[in-house]
């Protein structure tokens, strides 16, 4: 068996589902099952979002969504697979407008009602996806309920493996056809109530399912060749990394790295899978499986550059035991993830590094902390180093001689000391980014 995730990214029109159909067809030849897992069509998830927020417009919009999974499976499918698929699609419209038509009248939303919304994106393109490979003559079959069996922690579910083992196995891999679709993004709880993973979730889905069933291949295709060695938006000369082993992909991932889901290569570390990133449209892929081997060295490097950093000062904190555990807990009680935190051994500061967005409500609740003297916030960007050979003394040494000649806020290492970053101005961080890219052309294999 193989498992193949197809990105959202990647299902636009068309000449994407021939790529896509061409790609499973060759991929299923040797294999007696394949289990695809499918994302929502491209813009759909955030359209479905558009709907939740925009309450007054949510029927208008549930009805572009509608009329776009149409118009593509107009164009993918034939004759009688259309018709099977226009009807599938159809009824479940009517249920998607039904509580769009709800959350329209009462102007709220809950968590739950939300992840149910959503879940309508992948349900949808697993429809769409076994009509254009079934008019292709292809053995498959769509089953649009999602197989995670999940925790109620909606928005941010966590999946219960032992249930979810039992369930796919008992209601997919039971199905004769070799070809089986499922949604990725989504499960469900013990009592059937629809729940989301995550943004990314749908990688996930499939790393998570791999370590499961114990499949050994595993390939996530998306728009770009493989993961690359900076954002080729930001940085020309970004190339295709060939091969990270798992603390380096962990790393890319945590980073943001092709919008990975933090959680992609968790189920990697029970088990001896190989995930194959790869793209579409162009030849190009990266490998992910084992350690740190003696011939990595570096692999990419990566920027957040929407942060800020709140100083918080004070003599008064020095030597008081609980001092950084208040300003921690003002950070839970006001929902604010910390992206980075440091403190000196001389304890008259801590620094900590949030989105943008949470600095200004953070630092009004830590300003009710009688103990603190002085708070102060600045613009940072958060640029990280990954590879193995950061443990290299001559390498890291060579990182660190270009970071120094930038004005460094902070730094930290990561994971098994494979990353390192660097907590530097906002507009020192693409400088910073481009110089240690240089660094990575260098080193990489």
Not at 7 to 15: P, V
Not at 75 to 81: I, L, N, R, Y
Not at 211 to 230: C, D, F, Q, Y
Not at 418 to 431: M, P, R
């Amino acid at each position: 068996m193989i498992i193949i995730k197809i990105g959202g990214s990647i299902q636009k029109d068309e000449r994407d589902y021939e790529l896509i159909s061409e790609k499973i067809e060759k991929y299923s030849n040797n294999e007696d099952k394949v289990l695809v897992i499918t994302s929502a069509m491209r813009g759909i998830t955030n359209d479905l979002i558009s709907a939740t927020e925009n309450r007054d417009k949510s029927t208008e919009i549930i009805g572009n969504i509608y009329d776009k999974h149409i118009k593509i499976l107009s164009k993918v499918a034939d004759g009688p697979e259309f018709e099977i698929a226009f009807k599938d699609l159809s009824k479940m419209a009517d249920e998607l407008f039904k509580i769009a038509w709800s959350i329209r009248v009462l102007d709220e939303i809950t968590p739950r009602v939300r992840d149910y919304i959503l879940s309508f994106g992948e349900r949808m393109a697993t429809i769409v996806l076994n009509a254009a490979l079934r008019s292709r003559r292809l053995d498959s079959i769509a089953y649009p309920e999602p197989p995670l069996v999940t925790d109620n922690n909606f928005g941010e579910a966590n999946v219960l493996e032992d249930l979810t083992l039992k369930e796919i196995n008992e209601k997919i891999l039971s199905k004769k056809s070799k070809i089986l679709i499922i949604p990725g993004f989504i499960g469900k709880t013990i009592d059937e109530k629809y729940t989301t993973i995550g943004r990314g979730g749908s990688d996930y889905t499939a790393t998570l399912l791999g370590k499961l069933l114990n499949v050994e291949n595993v390939r996530l295709v998306t728009e770009v060749p493989g993961i690359m060695t900076a954002d080729p938006r930001k940085i020309e000369s970004a190339t295709t990394i060939k091969r990270l082993s798992l603390e380096e992909a962990v790393e890319l991932a945590q980073m943001g790295a092709k919008r990975l889901h933090p959680r992609t290569f968790e189920p990697m570390f029970s088990s001896n899978m190989k995930v194959t990133i790869e793209g579409l449209y162009e030849e190009g892929e990266t490998i992910v499986s084992g350690s740190c081997e003696d011939e990595d060295k570096l692999k990419g490097v990566t920027i957040l550059d929407d942060l800020k950093m709140i100083n918080i000062e004070s003599t008064r904190i020095v030597g008081k035991i609980g001092s950084a555990a208040r300003v921690m807990a003002e950070a839970k009680n006001s929902n604010v993830n910390i992206v980075s935190i440091s403190q000196p051994a001389s304890e008259t500061t801590i620094s900590l590094v949030v989105n943008s967005n949470d600095a200004e409500i953070l630092a009004t609740k830590l300003k009710e902390i009688k103990d603190i003297d002085n708070i102060e916030i600045k613009d940072v960007s958060a640029v990280s180093i990954v590879g193995c050979g950061l443990r290299n003394n001559e390498i890291f040494k060579e990182v660190e001689n270009v970071a120094l000649q930038y004005d460094i806020l902070s730094m930290s290492r990561g994971l098994k000391n494979v990353s390192a970053t660097f907590i530097v101005k906002k507009e020192e961080g693409y400088n910073l980014a481009k110089s240690l890219h240089e660094v990575v052309l260098k080193w990489i294999n």
